[in-house]
């Protein structure tokens, strides 16, 4: 009877050892499910998936604005565009802006730059050989399968002006939906 006892004693041990080995996989499990969480909370907008950087400048999303990041100052001609990591291909397409919003003319072409292998491009780099003039850009920046998209301002021989009137979000889904 002693040994079914002890048996018994052991039996229940081992479970209990079991269920607390159980308990911390659970609690490990919801702690990874808990990060996944705040990942998905802080999830990044699907037109700004990671970071671009002009002339120094981090670009950010302004508030009520999802279409695109924003550069706050103007940049020099020769600033230096950057991502976060390298790309096997970093492509760059600069799209003139209007003052009143209409995101180019119809026909003209965009400033083209293509890198390979590198996480940085300076604007005077474009396919033509023509560097950006003064005035505002939408850029589209393409790394890594995904897209960036960065409103900001060339500076003139001026220098640089104070505030940098970006489009309004109808302008912009108007210039696209055309």
């Known amino acids: 009877m002693k040994f079914i006892s002890q048996f018994s004693l052991l039996a229940i041990f ?3 050892q079991l269920s607390a080995q159980d308990v911390a996989e659970k609690e490990s499990k919801k702690d990874a499910s808990e990060k996944v969480l705040e990942k998905v909370a802080e999830k990044r907008p699907m037109l700004y998936p990671f970071d671009v950087t002009i002339g120094g400048q981090k670009a950010v999303m302004q508030k009520g604005n999802i279409l695109f990041a924003v550069i706050e100052k103007p940049v020099k001609a020769d600033a230096l565009l950057e991502i976060e990591k390298a790309a ?3 492509i760059v397409n600069a799209f003139a802006v209007k003052e009143n919003g209409a995101v180019m003319e119809p026909g003209a072409q965009p400033a083209v730059y293509f890198v390979k292998e590198k996480n940085a491009v300076k604007l005077t780099e474009t396919m033509d050989g023509k560097p950006l003039k003064p005035g505002r850009y939408l850029v589209n920046v393409v790394a890594n399968g995904t897209t960036s998209r960065v409103v900001f301002e060339v500076e003139g021989a001026e220098g640089a002006k104070k505030d940098l009137k970006v ?4 302008q912009v ?3 696209l939906t055309k």
């Not at 489009?167 to 109808?170: G, L, N, Q, W």
């Open 14 to 16: 081992s479970v209990c």
């Open 88 to 90: 096997p291909m970093l």
């Open 167 to 170: 489009p309004s979000v109808k």
């Open 173 to 175: 889904y108007d210039f």
